[in-house]
């Protein structure tokens, strides 16, 4: 196979990665508990500016990456027990009100840290190349690859094996039935926001570290969050896996290809796939 | 004795229509059938005691504590189980993780039998059977069988069956009879309510009727079965369909 070709792929796969951690966060929010939470982007960059407060006083990018994440899951934590908590389960409120709160941290964050592009330094130890037989590819890209496998069997395992992952997917179908088993779903539902809210952050730094990041950058990772979530199927892990897999490849090629393109792709892919499979690539019925 | 249930005029409003209006009723122990024609309010009362309606005003006591405002969990960490109208078993979970999900070890029962797990296997072999099909594979009778599994795994002292008999093939229904059976002797109390005067009648030996929104007739079985009059008053059941 043409080297570039081979290039293009391995761009694609690893970009997939990225959105694939982006993207979990939002559909364990947005798919499952069907919280429409558009504050997800502003999460991201919020995450990636403070890592880059963290990293101005501290010089450590590990440090950035748990600092942040923490940071971000105590702030989903805030954000659901004092302002979500009363809207539950009313679309158009939970919309407006994560609406709200993107506009205001985007308006406080170009405010403190003005409209330049930003990025993270990643570790020394990335920076060297990897030997890949015909080629050589970043060493930070397949770190990404890596970090995003590992998110994914996590995710998975934690919604297949434990308590809080049956108690997840029983409340997705009949939050009343868990309830009068005499268990709190709330509480539940407080922690899988939480943990979206840290996978959220982590994919801040690190996405802030894999490319530039600046303010609107969050309208940006909305965007790819909700095609890959809806072009995998609302609420599937695999679904998103999928759906980030297609998204990447696509933007990948047409990026490299047709650069003029690439959002009609995107969304020319997102309309086929909703007319032929109108619950997305690994959706099922309600 | 004290009575396990007791509820003194509780009014319930849904979507602005007046559904209970003052409902009294006692339950001491064993099995209490609550009977009544189709919209009359059975549902509603049934949720209304595990707090997932709210009523606007009455009061509901279990064991002496005071139900009306408390949270449905908190209801059913009392000791308050439900098998609900319709089973409503979950459909991303197999039978095992139904019954693994509903089980708390360590909440303190006051029934006879412990259950976990296995005791709901050993009532249910068929579940047993069908241990890694997901809820909504299971035919209507299995599904039964795991909804009245999933509310014993939680050692309720009182259990709450909405139209058990609903769908049920008349052999799984002397099945599901005969579990209710095996849980008043475990020491269990049980609110039914049902259409089917046969399956009522066989569980409990009492019966109360719940008509527009009331209790209207309360009494003993053999004396309700025999009063065709009040049979086709409250229940619209003509005296051939009195018989079994
Ligand atoms: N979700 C609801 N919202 C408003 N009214 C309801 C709802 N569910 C039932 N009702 C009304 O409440 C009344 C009692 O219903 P229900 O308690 O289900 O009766 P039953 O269980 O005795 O058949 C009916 O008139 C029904 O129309
Ligand atoms: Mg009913």
Redesign the interface.
Known sequence: MNVNLLMILLNGITYAGLLFMVASGFTLVFGLMRVVNLAHGIFYLLAAYLGLLIYRTTGSWWLCLIGSSLIVAACAFVIHSTLLRRVQGDDQRETLLTLGISFVVGDLLLAYFGGMPQRLRAPEMFSVPVSLGILTYPGFRLFVLGIAVFIGVFLWALLKFTQLGRIIRAGVDDRDMVAVLGIDIDWAFVAVFVLAGFITGLSGVIGGSYLVFAPGEDIHVLTYSLIVVIVGGLGSLSGVALGALVVGLIDSFSKTLVPAFTMFFLFGTLMLVLAFRPHGLRGREK | MEPVLEISGVHVYRQGSHILKGVDLSLSGGSLALIGRNGMGKTTLISTI?G?LRSSEGSIRFMGQELIGK???L???KGI??V?QGK?V????TVD??L???F?PK?KHQADIYWNVERVYELFPRLKERIRQEGTRLSGGEQQMLAIG??LV?NPSLLLMDEPSEGLSPIMMETVIEACHRLTAAGISLLVVEQSLHFASSVSDRYAILMTGAIVQQGEFPDLLRDRQLLSAYMGISNTRVAR
């Open positions: 595990m997932l949270k449905p969990c209801i059913a960490r189980g439900l609900p409503r979950f459909r991303s979970l993780e139904h693994k999900l509903a708390e909440r999933r509310a939680t």
